[in-house]
């Protein structure tokens, strides 16, 4: 058995699916010639059943054919002179013991117990088969004799009248299952190529971008099936992933840009260094400090950038997943806990800012060193921007984490690129700094199941806001992570 289910799965589909409608076909039109058999045979015996009932003699008549022992006097014999075509039945006599005698016919007829018993009661009658001398079968019908207690009649006509109409019917239900069965194969096969044209087409499609790498590639929709349904998801992968492919190639593009600028300015830096202990002349003191710090600060950047860079790589996972890669584990964290470490981070960075916060308790589900990281960058952003002496003000109120600064602010067609990567609004080009800060925060908060809005504040000044669904107060028995945990 299993080696027949593995060759049915070593054919194409087409040929399984062709193959399965021919074994349905050829079994439905098996078990309709069978029911029609048998349908058919049983009108036959009751038709024929009939015909004996019809046929029975009268008592007088057997009366002087048969003596009072119960012994025939004389046998008909069918095809004789004197009796031609007159009967087409056997007619057999039979006592309460189970002797017979036959009154027409050629061959007796083999006596059963239903026999007797009617010869013996003399009542009610029995349709029954019987074996002839011969060993032909027929279809037998005994009833008692009126006027004679222990005698009872058999009268019987051969089974071939049945079979042979039966015989002709096999013949003629196998001719025509062959022929349906045959159509059938053809036409599943025909049904399978058509059906599986548009699969055929798919196949094509993906071995096409497979050798080809051509992710331009699409198929036609037609209808609103499942093969169109199909192709529609195989169009929009590879839409998805052209568009994948293509952000990455921009990753790259930008990647090697942006590492351009603090490694060109790091080999320049160090070829001077080079050169004077080379050549002998010292740089001046000032200037080589100057130079040493330059390289330091390149060297920061070059470590932020790639930092950046590591966490963009991560794979995007959506909100309440598990473990991510590289990632802390998705957990119930304080959002004002994270919020606080963060503030005091930032403070350290712009110690002539005035930040005020207003930080109401909420807990969130998320990584809590992506997520602070991701607040320490909207903060940065807010006190790289805040003239000196200014003021940042951070509240938390129900999930909307809110930074808003006082510097020049975004222009407003500036505004839809301000998460993508690399980007850097020309004023803050001369500044500190990747592009990729802001992208950050946008993914960090998106694999939270949240969302967050950069606009203009009224007044002048910027506006950060972040919303994250969650709680007011922590689900019971959940352990929190330590506030300031380090990412």
Wanted: proline share 6%.
């Amino acid at each position: 058995m299993n080696r027949v289910l593995r060759r049915f799965r070593a054919l194409p589909l087409r040929s399984r699916l062709a193959l399965l409608v021919t074994v349905a076909v050829a079994f439905a039109v098996a078990a309709s010639a069978l029911a029609c058999w048998f349908v058919v045979r049983n009108v036959l015996i009751s038709s024929l059943d009939d015909a004996l009932n019809d046929a029975k003699v009268q008592p007088a008549w057997v009366s002087e054919r048969v003596d009072a022992s119960g012994q025939c006097l004389r046998t008909i014999i069918r095809g004789d002179a004197d009796n031609p075509d007159i009967f087409k039945e056997t007619v057999q006599a039979i006592d309460a013991s189970g002797g017979h005698c036959v009154i027409i016919g050629k061959r007796s007829l083999k006596v059963t117990s239903d026999d007797t018993e009617v010869a013996r009661t003399g009542t009610g009658h029995a349709y029954h088969n019987a074996t002839a001398s011969n060993g032909d079968e027929y279809r037998v019908l005994t009833y008692p004799l009126d006027g004679r207690p222990g005698l009872a009649i058999s009268v019987a006509r051969p089974l071939s009248e049945v079979d042979d109409t039966l015989n002709n019917l096999v013949l003629v239900l196998i001719v025509v299952a062959g022929i349906g069965v045959l159509g059938a194969g053809a036409a599943g096969l025909w049904v399978a190529r058509t059906g599986l044209r548009p699969v055929d087409q798919l196949t094509d499609a993906v071995e096409h971008v497979a050798r080809t790498e051509d992710l331009n590639l699409r198929i036609p929709v037609e209808g609103d099936d499942e093969i169109a349904r199909l192709s529609e998801s195989f169009n929009s992968m590879t839409a998805s992933l052209a568009s994948s492919r293509d952000l990455q190639q921009q990753l790259i593009a930008d990647a090697g840009h942006e590492l351009r600028t603090p490694l060109t300015s790091l080999r320049t830096n160090i070829e001077l260094l080079a050169r004077s202990e080379e050549t002998g002349r010292a740089i001046p003191p000032d200037d080589r400090k100057a130079l040493l710090a330059s390289v330091t600060a390149q060297m920061t950047e070059l470590a932020v950038l790639i930092g950046d860079l590591q966490e963009l790589s991560r794979p995007d996972a959506g909100p309440g997943a598990g473990d991510g890669d590289g990632g802390g584990k998705i957990q119930v964290v304080a959002l004002h806990d994270l919020a606080r470490t963060a503030i005091d981070r930032a403070r350290l960075r712009g110690p002539e800012l005035k930040i005020t916060a207003e930080l109401a308790p909420w807990y969130v589900r998320a990584e809590p060193p992506a997520l602070e990281r991701a607040i320490v960058n909207i903060l940065d952003n807010a006190v790289k921007f805040s003239p000196p002496r200014g003021t940042v003000e951070v509240t938390l109120d129900r999930g909307r984490l809110t930074v808003r600064d006082h510097g020049p602010g975004i222009p407003a067609d500036e505004l839809p690129h301000v998460f993508n990567r690399f980007w850097r609004s020309p004023s803050a080009r001369a500044l500190p700094g990747s592009g990729l800060g802001l992208s950050i925060v946008a993914r960090t908060v998106r694999q939270a199941g949240g969302e967050v809005t950069l606009e203009a504040a009224e007044g002048g000044g910027t506006v950060a806001e972040m919303r994250l669904p969650g709680a007011a107060t922590p689900p019971p028995e959940t352990p929190l992570p330590e506030a300031g945990a380090s990412y």
